[in-house]
């Protein structure tokens, strides 16, 4: 997947605890300059940017879907989100799971990352 290309970003588990993956990312993406986009049932903005409360409500310019949420929750917003027309997915360490490397496995028209950090793979960015 070539995030060069990638301007505008989802990060799905977002979240307001500056101790988390879900706030250390948003901000780490921001501060790269990428047009980041949290979402999370949970909060209506963080530090002042809108949060959208369901994948199934995101621009559909949205390039890139990041999970950081646990694989039980990942695979169902995932589903939800490459039915709306989304196509490149990125699942944080800790957020895939065996059912969704399967199911990413399966759509030929989707490009899906596992394993590697976004932070460290936009570090040289």
Do not use: H
Not at 26 to 44: A, M, Q, T
């Amino acid at each position: 997947m070539n995030l060069r290309q990638i301007k505008k970003v989802a990060i799905i588990g977002a979240t307001t605890n500056k101790n988390k993956f879900g706030y250390i990312v948003l901000k780490d993406l921001i501060r790269k300059g990428f047009e980041v986009i949290p979402v999370s049932p949970k909060y209506d903005s963080i530090d002042g940017i809108e949060v959208y409360k369901d994948v199934s409500l995101l621009p559909e310019d949205t390039e890139l879907l990041v999970f950081i949420v646990p694989p039980e929750v990942g695979l169902v917003e995932f589903k939800k989100a490459y039915e709306k027309g989304f196509r490149k997915f990125w699942f944080q360490p800790g957020a895939e799971s065996k059912e969704i490397i399967e199911y990413a496995k399966e759509l030929k028209d989707a490009e899906a990352s596992f394993i590697k950090c976004i932070m460290v793979e936009t570090n040289n960015m």
